[in-house]
């Protein structure tokens, strides 16, 4: 049955309170739109406080024929929380409760509690969340569970399906159900291990259960300045090679030294052509000779300045340029396009030189910000979005460094997902048969295409049996 | 089946030969490539022939016995197909053994941190089965380290999910829904794993102290405790592996000293809360084990009649125990899995997702999957 907007708004505000809903045309618009450049339609936003009120939610919503998309604090970038029709808005950030379990070093948190926000909280137990995207100080934990999201330090401790237990979440039918467990290894197929960066599209999660660090007792933090990119990768190369796995091991290249520097003052090298930022941590007596063993390297590779952090202010200052790289490119123009590709890191030089040659044909100003030591990519296109000409530029480029990517051996997406904006890219890196796999996948958890739909895969992925398009609903 | 059996044998060179270890099947066979797979499950699903992967046989007493039509041995599936060194990434046929994978990447000190004292096992057989190493505690279970997984569907379909590089979300992680499904949902033909350099330096030293021994070192590899005691297992550089074993000050010994997993005529897997390993090992009988401090797995070598009020205990605090393996008359008393998952239905949805017609290792898993 298919109500009308004022039912299913009525529903709503039945399940979560009238200060709970938001409804209003104005709300609808500024609740359209993720940090990144998609736009799309909001039928009526919802801010449950609880696992049953989001079922109820959910139940409602399909009984209205409406889909459900959920949404932390809207930092993504990709779209993942921007319904492509008309949906109900599922915003977790009042789910932000936090029962620590010290003893265990775990936790169960709310999809609504903010990434920092969680390992300030444990912190007075010497505990802390290892991912830690740039948006930490907003993005929320349910986005992170949503794009299995990364940061600097996922290099020494992966991303966070790592640190993620167990999952609850309801289901398409409106079931709460839990998937994973605090003691290791429960029986059954890890659904865990798939709700994690299924960007929402598999059930809406309720509760996480994460896995929490003991808070390394020494760090130690270089900034090495290159006069060339080169020296740079090859530093990440013969670090990694010499059997040493930095906490953090991160590149940026000389457009965005300056814009940073301009914006932060952390007296970074203005004239290197890319400084790389990293960090060990440790046992007090391991930190210095691991240090040593990274600025000896960058030295090797050319490096004409290699400066240690002297105190924990030191340190978070050169942090802070590193993650205040999007503010900075504001200063430059009014919008910026960025890519998330990630690559095998012994390609770095070679593809980066082939953004550069990108930018320079096609008279765009590119800034880069590489988590070298995975890989991972993140050139920044900045440009006036007036400028129609200027635009279509950044597509074409941004559709050249995919194909870029991809030719080394990379991957559409390191850490931001692929939501919206790169599913019609899917099949250039998975075949037919590979993306009816996921659709099979996603069905068993969604028949009807409930949850957060139109996302990750491309339209048409589960039509098909070995190259013969079947009608839809065909049993194959 | 007579006829189905010369078919077979013709398509794959199967034999009758048996596996030794190996339940009896109607038919073993040992095909050589993905493509050779999906034409037998292609097959085997159009004539309803149950199927069973089979490596080494290390890890088939979980979930009890399985009489198949039909067993493939994942033996010709094995070597290295790509190593990247300088991206400590390694895609590896699922028959290569442990102990074949490290002699290769060994040669530049590069580990994939695979279960240290099964050297004869398969790594398809390893992910398959979902076990992990003693250094668990330091780099997490053996699904972290998957980034790529090739593997047949039951309908005979040869499905790659992840990717070649060490960080991705781009599309759902199949990789990870691979690992611990006992082969119900594919066969594993490949994987790519991501690897960690060997650290400098590794040291063995005796504590009577487990949960000091977490607050004396920054994160060490393992903390053991078996019959003998407690052992902590450093790495690093050499001079905080010193400083470690110093502030210990137990018995050292340089390297890893791995004890032995039990031997057992029955033996099982308790998985609890980390913190309640102390009050499990209590609970045990006489037999051996070897208990995970800060990870909450106990191996234990028990008695028949020990298990359901091991099991019990465990249940209450919110684990589990599995029975790895036992004789064929105790799985007739005992359920392999214990109490099925709440997703039950959603996890059959997810098998006939897979495995539309049931013939991957019907009734292995939990709930009759």
């Given amino acids: 049955m298919v109500g009308s907007f004022d039912a299913l708004v009525a529903e709503m505000t039945s399940i979560v309170g009238v200060d709970a809903v938001r409804a209003s045309d104005l709300d609808r618009h500024l609740f359209g739109k993720d940090a990144g450049v998609t736009r799309g339609e909001v039928s009526v936003v919802v801010l449950p406080k609880t696992a049953r009120q989001v079922a109820a939610v959910v139940r409602a919503a399909v009984s209205h024929g409406v889909a459900v998309v959920p949404r932390g604090a809207g930092t993504g970038l990709a779209g993942g929380a921007v319904p492509e029709s008309p949906a109900v808005l599922i915003v977790t950030t009042r789910m932000d409760q936090i029962d620590l379990d010290a003893g265990n070093h775990q936790a169960w948190v709310g999809p609504g509690v903010i990434n920092l926000g969680l390992s300030d909280h444990t912190d007075p137990f010497g505990l802390y969340f290892a991912p830690d995207p740039s948006s930490q100080a907003a993005c929320t934990i349910g986005g992170n569970v949503a794009n299995n999201s990364g940061g600097p330090h996922c290099l020494a401790e992966g991303s966070t399906v790592n640190h993620v237990l167990a999952v609850e979440f309801v289901t398409a039918d409106g079931e709460i159900v839990v998937t994973g467990s605090g003691s290791p290894d429960p029986a059954g197929f890890d659904l865990r291990g798939v709700m994690v960066g299924s960007e929402g599209t598999l059930g809406i999660v309720t509760r996480v259960l994460v896995k929490l660090l003991p808070k390394p007792p020494a760090i130690r933090t270089l900034l090495m300045a290159f006069p060339e990119v080169a020296g740079a990768a090859a530093t990440v190369s013969g670090v990694i090679a010499a059997g040493v796995v930095p906490a953090a091991l991160e590149m940026m290249d000389r457009p965005l030294i300056r814009a940073v520097e301009n914006f932060v003052h952390a007296d970074l090298p203005v004239d290197a052509a890319a400084v790389l930022l990293a960090e060990v941590v440790g046992h007090e007596a391991g930190v210095d000779a691991e240090a040593e063993l990274i600025a000896r390297t960058a030295t090797e590779n050319g490096a004409f300045q290699v400066r240690l952090a002297a105190d924990a202010e030191e340190r978070e200052l050169l942090w802070k340029a590193r993650k205040s790289a999007f503010g900075a490119i504001a200063q430059i123009a009014p919008d910026y396009y960025l890519h998330d590709t990630v690559i095998p890191r012994t390609k770095l030089v070679e593809v980066l030189e082939q953004i550069y040659e990108i930018a320079t044909r096609r008279n765009l100003l590119v800034l880069n910000t590489i988590h070298a030591g995975d890989g991972n990519l993140h050139p920044k296109f900045a440009f006036d979005g007036s400028d129609p000409e200027a635009v279509a530029q950044v597509k074409a480029a941004a559709d050249e460094i995919v194909e870029i990517s991809i030719a080394a051996g990379g991957m559409l997406s390191g850490e931001h997902g692929i939501g919206l904006e790169k599913r019609g890219l899917m099949h250039l890196v998975f075949s037919p048969v590979d993306l009816d796999a996921q659709a099979r996948l996603r069905e068993a958890f969604d028949p009807v295409g409930v949850m957060n739909p139109a996302k990750v895969l491309p339209a048409g992925s589960r039509c098909f049996d070995f190259g013969r398009p079947v009608p839809e609903g065909t049993w194959v | ?369």
Avoid at chain 2, 151 to 168: E, I, L
């Fill in chain 2, 1 to 369: 089946m007579t006829g189905l059996r010369s078919t077979l044998g013709k398509m794959f060179g199967g034999s009758k030969t048996e596996i030794e270890g190996a339940p009896p099947a109607e038919l073993v066979v040992a095909p050589d490539s993905a493509d050779q797979i999906a034409q037998l499950l292609d097959f085997a699903s159009e004539h309803r022939l149950t199927v069973l992967p089979w490596g080494a046989g290390t890890h088939q007493g979980f979930g009890g016995r399985i009489e198949p039509d039909v067993i493939v041995s994942s033996r010709k599936l094995e070597g290295i197909v790509e190593w990247n060194p300088d991206d400590l990434t390694v895609v590896v046929g699922s028959g290569t053994t442990l102990g074949g994978l490290d002699e290769v990447i060994g040669s530049r000190r590069q580990s994939a941190v695979l279960p240290e004292s099964t050297p004869g096992a398969t790594v398809g057989g390893v992910v398959a089965a979902g076990v992990s190493g003693w250094r668990r505690l330091r780099y997490g279970p053996t699904r972290d380290r998957l980034l790529q997984v090739e593997f047949v569907t039951g309908d005979g379909r040869t499905v790659t999910g992840g990717a070649r590089v060490v960080k991705n979300v781009t599309g759902y992680d199949l990789p990870r829904l691979l690992a611990g499904s006992f082969g119900s949902l594919g066969i594993i033909t490949s994987v790519c794993l991501k690897l960690w350099p060997e650290p400098e330096t590794a040291a063995t030293v005796t504590t009577d102290d487990p949960e000091r021994a977490g607050a004396m070192t920054y994160r060490p590899q393992a903390v053991l405790e078996t019959r003998d005691g407690v052992s902590v297992f450093l790495a690093g550089t050499a001079a905080e592996v010193e400083a470690q074993a110093a502030a210990l000050a137990g018995e050292a010994t340089a390297g890893f000293v791995w004890p032995e997993p039990p031997v057992a005529n029955c033996a099982v897997r308790i998985r609890v809360s980390p913190v309640d390993v102390s009050a499990l090992i209590a609970q045990l009988g006489v037999g051996e084990f070897v208990a995970a401090h800060g990870v909450g797995e106990i191996m234990a070598s028990v008695e028949p009649d020990e298990m359901e009020p091991l099991r019990e205990w465990a249940s209450a605090r919110g684990g589990t125990l599995v029975v790895e393996h036992a004789p064929a008359e105790v799985y007739e008393t005992i359920d392999p899995w214990g109490v099925a998952p709440s997703t039950l239905g959603l996890q059959r949805r997810v098998k006939a997702a897979f495995d539309p017609l049931g013939v991957l290792v019907p009734g292995r898993l939990p709930g009759g999957i």
